[in-house]
């Protein structure tokens, strides 16, 4: 008696591995797209709630981004008062699970997104002191996903 598969069976499992595999990909292609923009939603938010938080309190508030550690932090800059934070700092390899920010784009090659008052886009030294508003749309790119903008006149937030 033989002690193996015959070419027949060799060739019938194949087929099955083969639709598995490639019903299994557009699958996979969803879960990173769904990644990327869960991402560049939760930065809408967190762009949103530094604007909404300048427009309440009347103090600076903006968006600081360290492309190292790939965190956003919430900071305000109230009057006689040194910088501070004003939320948890959200890690993004931590949270988002393989997707990342590829860039972030702040005027002169600024950290940190600031809303003043009135909601106007600017940017500020590390100390919090204004430096100049900015002179072109932010933005917050998501590798291989979108890019979440900031106007530069208005402060609205949109992909």
Known sequence: MSRGFTL??????MVVVSIIAVSAAPV?????????????????????????????SGNPAGVRFD???QTLELVEAPEGVALRSFMETYDIPQRAMGTRL??????????TLWFASDA???????????????DEDAAFAVEGGPTVLVEMNSGRIYR
């Open 28 to 56: 996979l292609s969803r879960v990173a797209d769904t990644r990327t923009g869960a991402l560049a939603g939760e930065v809408e938010r967190l762009l949103g709630l530094a604007r909404s938080r300048a427009l309440s």
């Open 8 to 13: 027949i069976e060799l060739a019938a499992v």
């Open 67 to 69: 492309q190292g550690d």
């Open 120 to 134: 106007t886009p600017h940017t500020r030294s590390d100390a919090g002191v204004f430096i100049e508003n900015i």
């Open 102 to 111: 590829a860039s972030v784009t702040i005027g002169d090659n600024q950290s």
